[in-house]
């Protein structure tokens, strides 16, 4: 498996509220966690933070001591105990009050890969050739565009396009989305914050990934990390922005 993460505050921001983490400490299984925090000062990045490294504790944890339990279930229950966490620290703290953030996680094992997501952060996956978003966004464009009031275009330039509608910590319980897909040898994943899904379409996201469906190295699959980074840059940077890769590799490599 080849990884690589990047984040940047962007050109605008004063803070960084992205947060990341990855756990690759027991193969073949594999953690992926991007996380984009709100709350005014420091909140935001604090319940970044929070969701990154609860969600890995908490997995990391159950790979030890639940061995014959479903994926599924140990990134469900990690995301809900990222949420307690946000959510106490906010009640402890008048500075942390309505902090909150979105999530998207990724536990790669075997040929699957799990995804769990609340908010608008995202999860891209290149399989037999095809990028497709494999998450669906928590956000009010992206609702009015399920229902027809909002085309892809018009959401895009939507006031409003920044509203989530689930995140984590804001309330008293959350429950994420979580799906499974099939992850082969040569297939790529991409998670992101919207810092880059707001300003970089599908298309082009597509023609950066498509080489790296025959990535050698580990050079090559940071190279395109840092070029994600750098077109959302390009684009004025308007936002944080943070970029998570991994690559399967083919035959004994794929690990």
């Not at 639940?66 to 809900?80: C, F, M, Y």
């Amino acid at each position: 498996m080849l990884l690589a993460v990047r984040s940047h505050i962007g050109r605008v921001r004063h803070m960084n509220q992205d947060s990341f983490a990855v756990w690759a400490e027991q193969p073949p299984l594999c953690l992926l966690v991007v996380a984009d925090g709100m709350g005014g000062a420091s909140a935001g990045e604090v319940a970044s933070r929070l969701a990154a490294e609860t969600v890995t504790a908490t997995v990391a944890e159950a790979c030890r001591m639940q061995p014959h339990s479903q994926p599924e279930e140990w990134l469900r229950s990690a995301v809900q105990a990222a949420n307690r966490r946000i959510w106490e620290e906010a009640r402890s703290s008048q500075a942390y009050v309505g902090m909150g953030t979105t999530l998207v996680a990724a536990l790669v094992y075997g040929e699957q890969v799990v995804l769990a997501h609340v908010g608008d952060s995202r999860a891209y996956l290149l399989h037999d050739g095809q990028l497709a978003q494999v998450t669906a966004d928590h956000s009010l464009v992206a609702e009015l565009v399920r229902r027809g009031q909002l085309t892809e275009e018009e959401a895009l330039h939507h006031p409003q396009r920044h509203i989530v509608t689930r995140s984590l910590g804001t309330a008293e319980f959350a429950d994420p989305d979580v799906s499974c897909h099939p992850f082969a040898a040569r297939d790529v994943l991409l998670l992101c914050t919207d810092g880059l899904s707001n300003l970089v379409g599908l298309d082009e996201l597509s023609a950066r990934l498509q080489p790296l469906q025959t990535a050698a190295a580990q050079a090559e699959v940071e190279q395109a990390a840092e070029e994600l980074v750098a077109l959302a840059l390009d684009r004025g940077g308007p936002d944080n922005v943070t970029v998570a890769l991994a690559v399967r590799r083919e035959g004994r490599d794929a690990e």
